[in-house]
């Protein structure tokens, strides 16, 4: 019996690409360079799926591009704000993403971040490449110690609550802003906040967890940024569309936001050139979910839902 056919947009592990083609008629990317819409549209000609990943726009329109044969698009990745979801559910494609698998690794990215802006990793590091540095002094470069600070949590998902589950180990008070109130046994000692003016003025630090897309755009404006405390930390490895890159430089530069840790862009991969300007803020290339076992995972997750949607069944990992 003929397998079916799935595309796959970009290299995918080892591990991960050996099942697909096991499984299926694979057409992969070796070269991993990005597939433009026109590109996925073309490729997919008589697939039954589409493995795709976050830097790929899927919108309304290249969906309704899409031929018939395709029943079902996985993203390898969690975040679908690049897929455009209600036009492919109209067309009967289902939609799959990966929750869940890659939820402590992002966490790592994000702690990583904060650690490494509030203690200026960056710039010591930058130093110590430099061949300037002096030696130890008792001023140099003195960060903000992290540890029993308040941690302000916009999101508190999956990676949001495994964020807070590290930040206790730094016996920091985890504060949180979301559109609901979690139960008690997810919220443990985090301090819930209905409204931005309750919740920012509380954030010493402030790590961004909320997904993409229209709802959050620019949600860190300069207004936001006003109310937290003077000299607060940022960070954002969740999505670059939820920060208005211009306020937050604006306040890297004022000092009214201390330093930033970014590992996501608007428009990424282009970078305001504000940010390359700053020593203050540490500039990651999207690592969050970065490591094998997480990629792993994620490609298995996704190639489950395509499994069951190819089955007739309905798949855990469907967002539509
Ligand atoms: C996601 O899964 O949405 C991440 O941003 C990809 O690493």
Redesign the pocket.
């Known amino acids: 019996m003929d397998r079916p056919t799935l595309l796959i947009t970009r290299r995918v592990p080892p591990a991960v690409e050996a099942r697909a083609v096991r499984d299926y008629d694979a057409r992969l990317n070796p070269e991993d360079a990005p597939r433009t819409a026109a590109d996925i549209v073309r490729l997919a000609q008589g697939a039954a799926a589409i493995l795709c990943?976050?830097a790929e726009q899927l919108d309304a329109e290249t969906i309704a591009a899409l031929p018939d044969t395709v029943r079902v698009i996985a993203?390898?990745?969690?975040?679908?704000d690049h897929v455009a979801v209600d036009a492919a559910t109209a067309r009967g494609i289902v939609v799959c993403?990966?929750p869940g698998v890659?939820s402590v690794a992002?966490a790592e990215t994000a702690m990583l971040l904060l650690l490494a802006a509030a203690r200026r990793a960056g710039e010591g590091e930058r130093l110590t490449r430099s061949g300037q540095w002096q030696g130890w002094a008792p001023t140099q470069l003195l960060g903000i110690q992290v540890s029993g600070k308040r941690l302000g949590i916009f999101g508190m998902g999956r990676i949001g609550r495994e964020v807070a589950r590290m930040a206790r180990a730094f016996d920091m008070q985890v504060h949180y802003r979301d559109q609901a109130r979690l139960p008690a046994e997810l919220e443990q000692d985090a301090v819930y906040h209905a409204a931005d003016e309750s919740f920012l003025p509380q954030c010493d630090m402030l790590s961004l967890h909320a997904p993409g897309g229209d709802p959050t755009r620019h949600w860190l404006d300069a207004r936001r940024i006003a109310l937290l405390p003077q000299g607060a930390v940022v960070v954002n490895?969740?999505?670059g569309s939820l920060v208005d890159d211009a306020a937050l430089i604006a306040a890297l530069r004022s000092g009214q936001v201390s330093c930033a840790g970014l590992d996501?862009y608007d428009g990424e991969p282009a970078i305001n050139p504000g940010y390359l300007q700053l020593q203050n803020v540490v500039l990651l290339p999207?690592?969050?979910?970065?490591t094998l076992e997480t990629r792993n995972a994620?490609g298995f997750l996704a190639l489950d839902g395509i499994d069951a949607v190819l089955a007739g069944s309905a798949p855990a990992n469907a967002v539509s």
């Open positions: 990943c976050p993203t390898f990745s969690v975040g679908y993403n990966t890659l992002t490895a969740a999505r996501v999207h690592l969050g979910s970065a994620m």
